[in-house]
Nanobody
Framework: QVQLVESGGGLVQAGDSLRLSCAAS????????MGWFRQAPGKEREFVAA????????NYADSVKGRFTISRDNAKNTVYLQMNSLKPEDTAVYYC?????????????????????WGQGTQVTVSS
């Protein structure tokens, strides 16, 4: 059974940092692009960041560019999201996701419908 399990969420103050982790099990994701999405109460789930399976290409939403960094360790089947300078508007449930296997080692996507596997989410709350 394929599972993506997020961890690292919590309650922090504005300006603080958090590092989210997403551990995959059940199969290797070394040939899958990975992404982070978030969903705030009453809002649609939105793209945050993505990384190619090689790690050689990344993509970020404008709202987090320069503050968040996505990375991955294929040997550990884990993807990370380093979040710095957090703002109250970053408050949301953060979801890890994986695309299907792809040949293009620089492929990334910001589209929800291109991700086949999803975690259960981890809550991030940023107080002002």
């Amino acid at each position: 059974q394929v599972q993506l399990v997020e961890s690292g969420g919590g309650l922090v103050q504005a300006g603080d940092s958090l590092r989210l982790s997403c551990a995959a099990s059940g199969r290797t994701f070394s040939r899958n692009a990975m992404g982070w999405f978030r969903q705030a109460p009453g809002k649609e789930r939105e793209f945050v960041a993505a990384i190619s399976w090689s790690g050689g290409r990344t993509n970020y939403a404008d709202s987090v560019k320069g503050r968040f960094t996505i990375s991955r360790d294929n040997a550990k089947n884990t993807v990370y999201l380093q979040m710095n300078s957090l703002k109250p508007e970053d408050t949301a449930v953060y979801y890890c996701a994986a695309t299907g296997s792809v040949r293009n080692n620089m492929y990334v996507s910001a589209r929800r419908d291109e991700y086949q596997y999803w975690g259960q989410g981890t809550q991030v709350t940023v107080s002002s």
